[in-house]
């Protein structure tokens, strides 16, 4: 079945840490996010990336990194310049057409990876 | 103003009852809505799109008013498995894609 996968499901990290979140799609879809929520809040954007080896800062890049190095691959890196990591973070792909998105704009869900800062 | 704004609730309603939550948003050249439902601790997932016509699915009706700027959602004779957090996207057609509401959290109760 075609899906994302993201890993770990659970992580800590002692402060000063870097930590990387892998997400892998096999949808074949162009555009990959990631996402962070903290609880009662809506999802806010991180990265994003619509091709390979290209990605653009979302709201809220300060002290996150991310690689587009294949189609299929879109590894998140908190580092210890992140000064509130603890959260749930979310990976997300979609379709993209021809420089736009395709009528049905919906994204896909990775099941997220929970981090908690110790 | 926040760019999609939601009634975070909670709202708790007996099972069998109609409920109904509004979005509202900030950027009328918004171009698609959509409603997703998020479980506790775990991924959204698409519910439904939003038409301007207004669509259903089963239960569930979602609408569009592009003069007030809000998109709206209804539930009719709710279940116990309605019970999840749902949240309003709205896609401006831009390259960052899509906003998230905070979400509104429902609770049907037996």
């Known amino acids: 079945d075609g899906g994302i996968t993201q890993s770990p499901k659970y992580l800590f990290r002692k402060e000063g840490q870097n930590v990387t979140l892998s997400c892998e799609q096999n949808?074949?879809?162009?555009?990959m996010y990631w996402y962070r929520q903290d609880p009662g809040q809506g999802l806010r954007l991180i990265y994003y990336?619509?091709?390979?080896?290209?990605?653009q800062k979302g709201d809220i890049a300060e002290g996150y990194s991310v690689s587009r190095e294949k189609k299929e691959s879109f590894p998140l890196t908190v580092t210890s310049a992140q000064k509130n990591p603890t959260a749930f973070y979310l990976c997300?792909?979609?379709?993209?057409?021809?420089?736009?998105?395709?009528?049905?704009?919906?994204?896909?869900f990775g099941a997220g990876s929970r981090l908690t800062v110790l | 103003r926040k760019e999609v704004e939601q009634d975070p609730g909670p709202f708790n309603v007996p099972e069998g009852a109609t409920v109904a939550f509004n979005c509202t948003y900030s950027?009328?050249?918004?171009?698609?809505f959509f409603w997703y439902r998020q479980d506790c601790r775990k991924e959204p997932k698409l519910l439904m799109s939003?038409?301007?016509s207004g669509n259903e699915d089963g239960r569930f009706t979602a609408q569009l008013n592009r003069a007030s700027q809000y998109i709206s959602l209804l539930i009719r004779d709710s279940k116990l498995s309605d019970s999840a957090t749902y949240l309003c996207?709205?896609?401006?057609?831009?390259?960052?894609?899509?906003?998230f509401g905070s979400g509104t959290q429902l609770t049907v109760l037996p």
């Open positions: 949808l074949n879809h162009d555009a």
């Open positions: 950027n009328s050249a918004s171009q698609s």
């Open positions: 997300a792909s979609t379709n993209y057409l021809g420089g736009r998105y395709s009528g049905a704009n919906v994204l896909t």
């Open positions: 996207v709205i896609d401006s057609g831009s390259a960052r894609q899509l906003t």
């Open positions: 939003v038409y301007s």
């Open positions: 990336s619509q091709i390979v080896n290209d990605f």
